[in-house]
């Protein structure tokens, strides 16, 4: 048991805050950092102009995100110079130098964030400068973190870092290291404390969540396995994966669990083989098809979700309509559109063939207008099912919102089910392409 001791200025609590950028590992790591500053006796706040610490944990796979980090350094200290600024995450990770000449008190990278609690420590005796980025992690083991409640309907679980994949247009192996993954008996005692918080969906998530285990032995589906065989566990959600890394035998083993959630987010970037090939992606359309295909047979109700990126280096007009058709051909449930960002320190930063932003910025458009007609298309096939839905919150006494397996929306109208609890739904409607409608179906 930790002893939890107030920490004071003077007579006054400390107080921080947190601003998280990016993935659910940074907002689950983030929790990690907010026990760890529970436990030195901060207090946590959610208000950034009261808040004496804010810690920012960053993301960097756009140049915007970096943009960000770096606007809301300079507010803050133009705004209130004596507030202790923390810059932690992907973008010093990535960018050590750039990072560590910005305004920061405390600049450290992907590792040891469950330390910046103690660097805090020293930092308001002493009042000097830390910059604490180590070399990217290289073959190194799963870093454990502090289990915490991130006070979220549904419980994320990190199973794995690090990602060695390196696709020519992305920074995050830089940022995150090589592949580690977490042992099974760390993850179900994880597991375990989160039911005990009253969560009864787990959502795993990692930087390259397909890579699970390839260091040590294991694949994906034997973590999937043990989260399930967790007593409490009622429902497993998969966060993004790399749909070439997917077996017949993962499949098999994925469907056998009835706990996991036909939901898969099935990294598409190009429905063009050109462009994939100049992204370092390690599949064709074909083949992306087929296992769409083979996860369909699987799981006959499954949701297939994506992320399409558009105006990507030497992007022609043919392999971007391609890419509309293959998006079109999969029939996606929903696709998170974006427009490619150069990043320096990549493959792709290099190339000389850039499409121009009046371009890239039509191409977003028209992709993102299928994706709200596939989007609506999937949710008035929904009509008439019927679902378990976990209530994710009530807005009114009118009705509740929550989501089902596959991951949609609904708002169900004269229930009294509260946030956690798993109803019956029935589906009745579809709200364009925001989300259905539905009824509680209640035993007699």
Same mark, same amino acid.
């Given at each position: 048991?930790?002893?939890?001791?107030?920490?004071?200025?003077?007579?006054?609590?400390?107080?921080?805050?947190?601003?998280?950028?990016?993935?659910?590992?940074?907002?689950?790591?983030?929790?990690?950092?907010?026990?760890?500053m529970?436990?030195? /006796?901060?207090?946590?706040?959610?208000d950034?102009?009261?808040?004496?610490?804010?810690i920012?944990?960053?993301?960097?796979v756009?140049?915007?995100?970096?943009?960000?980090?770096?606007?809301?350094?300079?507010?803050?200290?133009?705004?209130?110079?004596?507030?202790?600024?923390?810059?932690?995450g992907?973008?010093p990770?990535?960018?050590?130098?750039?990072?560590?000449?910005?305004?920061?008190?405390i600049?450290?990278?992907?590792? &040891?964030?469950?330390?910046?609690a103690?660097?805090?420590?020293?930092?308001?005796?002493?009042?000097?400068?830390?910059?604490?980025?180590?070399?990217?992690?290289?073959?190194?083991?799963?870093?454990k973190?502090?289990?915490?409640?991130?006070?979220?309907?549904?419980?994320?679980?990190?199973?794995?870092?690090?990602c060695?994949?390196?696709?020519s247009?992305?920074?995050?192996?830089?940022a995150r290291?090589?592949?580690?993954?977490?042992?099974?008996?760390?993850?179900?005692?994880?597991?375990?404390?989160?039911?005990?918080?009253g969560?009864?969906e787990?959502?795993?998530?990692?930087?390259n969540?397909?890579?699970? /285990?390839?260091?040590?032995?294991?694949?994906?589906?034997?973590?999937?396995?043990?989260?399930?065989?967790v007593d409490?566990v009622?429902?497993?959600?998969?966060?993004s994966?790399?749909?070439?890394?997917?077996?017949?035998?993962?499949?098999?083993?994925?469907?056998?669990?009835?706990?996991?959630?036909? &939901?898969f987010?099935?990294?598409?970037?190009?429905g063009?083989?050109?462009?994939?090939?100049?992204m370092?992606? &390690?599949?064709?359309p074909?083949?992306?098809?087929?296992?769409?295909?083979?996860?369909?047979k699987?799981?006959?109700?499954?949701?297939?979700t994506?992320?399409?990126?558009?105006?990507?280096?030497g992007e022609?007009?043919?392999?971007?309509?391609?890419?509309?058709?293959?998006?079109?051909?999969?029939?996606?449930?929903?696709?998170?559109?974006?427009?490619?960002?150069?990043?320096?320190g990549?493959?792709?930063?290099?190339?000389?063939d850039?499409?121009?932003?009046?371009i890239?910025?039509?191409?977003?458009?028209?992709m993102?207008?299928?994706?709200?007609?596939l989007?609506?298309?999937?949710?008035?096939?929904?009509? /008439?099912?019927?679902?378990?839905?976990?209530?994710?919150?009530?807005?009114?006494?009118?009705y509740?919102?929550?989501?089902?397996?596959?991951?949609?929306?609904?708002?169900i109208?004269?229930?009294?089910?509260?946030?956690?609890?798993?109803?019956?739904?029935?589906i009745?409607?579809?709200?364009?392409?925001?989300?259905?409608?539905g009824?509680e179906?209640?035993?007699?």
């Amino acid at each position: 048991m930790v002893k939890l001791t107030t920490i004071y200025y003077g007579s006054d609590i400390i107080r921080y805050t947190i601003q998280t950028f990016g993935c659910k590992v940074n907002q689950y790591e983030s929790a990690s950092v907010a026990k760890a500053m529970d436990e030195h /006796g901060y207090e946590k706040t959610d208000d950034i102009f009261t808040a004496d610490i804010v810690i920012i944990n960053s993301c960097s796979v756009t140049e915007n995100s970096d943009k960000k980090a770096k606007q809301l350094i300079n507010r803050i200290k133009s705004s209130d110079p004596m507030k202790i600024v923390v810059l932690t995450g992907c973008f010093p990770q990535a960018f050590p130098e750039t990072a560590s000449k910005l305004s920061a008190d405390i600049v450290t990278g992907t590792e &040891h964030k469950d330390s910046i609690a103690d660097m805090i420590d020293v930092f308001t005796g002493n009042k000097v400068k830390q910059v604490a980025i180590p070399p990217r992690p290289v073959k190194k083991q799963y870093e454990k973190q502090k289990n915490a409640d991130m006070g979220k309907t549904r419980a994320f679980i990190k199973i794995e870092d690090g990602c060695d994949r390196f696709c020519s247009y992305c920074i995050i192996p830089t940022a995150r290291g090589s592949v580690r993954s977490r042992s099974l008996q760390d993850i179900t005692e994880e597991v375990r404390f989160q039911v005990s918080c009253g969560h009864k969906e787990m959502v795993l998530v990692g930087i390259n969540l397909s890579c699970y /285990g390839q260091e040590i032995g294991l694949r994906l589906a034997d973590a999937i396995e043990a989260v399930c065989s967790v007593d409490g566990v009622e429902r497993v959600r998969l966060s993004s994966l790399e749909p070439e890394l997917l077996t017949d035998e993962d499949i098999a083993r994925m469907a056998a669990q009835k706990k996991l959630c036909p &939901h898969f987010h099935l990294s598409l970037q190009s429905g063009s083989s050109a462009t994939l090939k100049r992204m370092n992606r &390690h599949y064709t359309p074909d083949e992306y098809y087929d296992i769409v295909l083979r996860l369909r047979k699987a799981f006959p109700d499954c949701a297939i979700t994506t992320d399409i990126m558009v105006g990507f280096a030497g992007e022609t007009d043919e392999e971007f309509k391609e890419s509309c058709e293959f998006a079109q051909k999969v029939g996606f449930a929903a696709m998170h559109v974006f427009t490619y960002s150069i990043r320096e320190g990549t493959a792709a930063a290099r190339r000389t063939d850039h499409v121009a932003h009046d371009i890239a910025v039509k191409r977003y458009h028209t992709m993102s207008s299928l994706a709200k007609k596939l989007k609506e298309e999937y949710f008035r096939s929904c009509v /008439g099912k019927t679902e378990k839905v976990l209530i994710q919150r009530r807005e009114s006494e009118e009705y509740a919102n929550g989501l089902t397996p596959q991951y949609v929306p609904v708002r169900i109208y004269g229930s009294d089910a509260n946030r956690q609890d798993i109803i019956t739904v029935q589906i009745t409607g579809a709200s364009g392409s925001d989300f259905c409608v539905g009824e509680e179906i209640k035993c007699l």
